[in-house]
């Protein structure tokens, strides 16, 4: 991954988890205290973040660094509830094929 594909992905997710809020550049701006010119210059790709408002963004968009960093087609952003529900029925059907199974057994 180039250095201008990272910075256009950090862009993006930016972006895209401050419009979630409904915040605009200015807000953001102000709550990660960084000019707004800044942020303009993060979601257009321009520029990357300092490792400091890195952080400050990724705790006032209420997420983890990574996920600002992470290219869009690994996994969506709700992936760890997906992965959860997923686990659960995988649980929930193995736990009946193998009641099914000692149930056979027992006869």
């Known amino acids: 991954m180039t250095e201008r594909e990272l910075r256009n992905i950090f862009g993006k997710h930016v972006s895209a988890r401050r419009e979630r809020k409904g915040w605009s550049q200015e807000k953001l701006a102000e709550k990660a205290d960084v000019s707004k010119n800044t942020i303009s210059d993060i979601e257009t790709g321009q ?4 490792a400091r408002t890195l952080v400050r963004l990724a ?3 209420e997420t983890e660094v990574y996920e600002l960093l ?4 690994i996994l969506p952003d709700k992936s760890a509830d997906i992965i959860a529900k997923y686990s659960e029925e995988v649980r929930e059907t ?7 199974y000692i149930g056979k057994m027992e006869l």
């Open 47 to 50: 520029k990357f973040a300092r």
């Open 70 to 73: 992470k290219p869009f087609n």
């Open 59 to 61: 705790k006032v968009l």
């Open 94 to 100: 193995v736990e009946k094929i193998g009641n099914s």
